[in-house]
Nanobody
Framework: QVQVVESGGGLVQAGGSLRLSCAAS????????MGWYRQAPGKQRELVAT???????NYAASVKGRFTISRDNAKKTVYLQMTGLQVEDTAVYYC?????????WGQGTQVTVSS
């Protein structure tokens, strides 16, 4: 049993910032990759950013230069610092945690950017 819990979503003005957090707990083995995905209304879920246990990061082109992913391995927590938010960033943001055997997902946190 693995629990993945996101927090930090909310309503923000365009150009503003938000910081999302995601903590994993429960029966999970060594975590390899942690990441953030998002799904906007009427759109397919897409990768936002990932980070490996060694700190290698990967970003979607649409967020590169604006978002920063980081993690605290001891806390089994991943963060997404979002700056320069745009209306197009509005979506439900999901946290993904992957160990050797499976991927676990959080319930998502809503991010709404107003113009």
């Amino acid at each position: 049993q693995v629990q993945v819990v996101e927090s930090g979503g909310g309503l923000v003005q365009a150009g503003g910032s938000l910081r999302l957090s995601c903590a994993a707990s429960g029966r999970i083995s060594q975590i390899n990759v942690m990441g953030w995905y998002r799904q906007a209304p009427g759109k397919q879920r897409e990768l936002v950013a990932t980070i490996t246990s060694g700190g290698t990061v990967n970003y979607a082109a649409s967020v590169k230069g604006r978002f920063t992913i980081s993690r605290d391995n001891a806390k089994k927590t991943v963060y997404l610092q979002m700056t320069g938010l745009q209306v197009e960033d509005t979506a439900v943001y999901y946290c993904n945690v992957a160990d050797r055997f499976l991927n676990s997902w959080g319930q998502g946190t809503q991010v709404t950017v107003s113009s």
